[in-house]
């Protein structure tokens, strides 16, 4: 495969493990591809019962897309893109669509930071997917801190978490634990970091037809979630309809967890917020191939825009903490900068998803 994507089959299992632990296995063109062949493989192999993903590293299972190849790739051209930057979009999408519909247990052992595209590779369909966290996970779809919006399927994933959530997470990007993660249905089962090798040793033991049997058996309890405690808040301020009417919403409240809802919204870009919400809306009318290429449109325009690669150049690359986001602040943002983003940039048969 790759020297970041390590395969085995064992007693009915398919396991696949991301070893880039420097990147915290952020996501190359590389290694999409590598995942995307491996699983085409495994789905018409009878030998593979089901499939375990994993991470060489505690530290996180995918930390998301590589962001430094964007920044790299999106300055290349004018029009914000190279050609790897177009086949990585495309590329990493298709494989979120053969996720969420593989039709084998697909296992997720989310230990450590899931972000952004380490999302996209968990969030499998209902049927397959078993999502296990522990106390050192962090889960969040951080895109609007970078200038981006929540990609890889999260229109669909988080237009569909409980509530105002969805808007909550890819609003604010705020990183939420195991707990909230299973409250916010992002995860499904929670097991001690302590008990995570045993547990992978058990489903070799027991075998690729046992699986959500033996994680089941694992299985503990996570604890109460932290963002229940401010459901009733998050549902009354982040329902408001726009991201302004948000905002002045949470202006208006003292407490403690609205004033750090603004203060992060604050620091991201006012544009992709906007853009953001719309997103959601519209992904909440859309099947997961509809999502997904709308996404993909929209990583189009972002680059042409250069949002993205002024957030990666502060955040990442200069490291000054000083994004200059266009326009700077949310009063300047236009219904028609927004539309912009979903006008299509490509004919319907031309789409470079039309064949999902």
């Known amino acids: 495969m790759t020297a970041y994507v390590h395969t085995r089959v064992a007693n009915g299992i398919g396991f696949i493990t991301l070893d880039r632990p420097k990147a915290l296995n952020s996501l190359s063109l590389d290694m999409v591809r590598a995942l995307t062949e491996t699983l085409l493989r495994w789905r018409d ?13 505690e530290k996180a299972l995918c930390a998301g897309g590589d962001i430094r190849f964007f920044y790299e790739a999106g300055r290349a051209t004018p029009v914000g893109g190279s050609a790897l930057l177009e086949d990585f979009f495309t590329e990493e999408y298709a494989l979120n669509h053969l996720i969420h519909f593989y039709p084998k247990p697909y296992v997720a052992l989310m230990d450590g930071v899931v972000m952004g595209g380490g999302m996209g590779i968990v969030q499998a369909g209902e049927q397959a997917r078993v999502r296990v966290v522990t106390e050192r996970s962090k889960v969040a779809m951080p895109e609007v801190n970078i200038g981006l919006f929540p990609d890889v399927g999260g229109s669909h994933f988080l237009s569909r978490a409980p509530g105002a959530l969805g808007f909550y997470l890819g609003l604010t990007g705020n990183t939420v634990g195991a707990a909230d993660a299973l409250y916010l249905d992002l995860a499904d089962v929670f097991v001690p ?3 995570m090798a045993e547990l992978v040793q058990a489903l070799e033991a027991e075998g690729g037809g046992q699986v959500r049997a ?27 309809g726009s991201v302004p009417a948000v905002m002045a919403s949470l202006a208006g409240d003292a407490s ?22 719309e997103l959601l809306v519209r992904g909440a009318q859309l099947g997961v191939a509809g999502c997904l290429r709308m996404e993909r449109n929209l990583v189009r325009r972002n680059f042409e825009h250069g949002e993205v690669l002024e957030g990666v150049r502060a955040l990442v690359i200069d490291k000054d903490n000083q994004p200059a986001w266009n326009p700077a602040t949310l009063d300047e943002v236009t219904g028609e900068m927004v539309a912009r983003f979903f006008e299509p940039c490509w004919p319907e048969w031309a789409h470079p998803l039309r064949h999902l």
Request: hydrophobic fraction near 50%.
């Open 45 to 57: 192999d009878a030998a593979v019962q089901a499939v375990v993903l994993g991470s060489s590293s």
């Open 193 to 195: 970091a302590a008990r």
């Open 214 to 240: 033996t994680i089941q058996r694992f299985g503990a309890d996570a604890g109460p979630a932290p963002l229940a405690a401010h459901r009733a808040s998050i549902d009354r301020h982040f329902a408001a």
């Open 256 to 277: 403690e967890f609205a004033q750090k809802s603004l203060a992060a919204m604050k620091l991201r870009s006012p544009l992709m917020m906007c853009v953001t919400h």
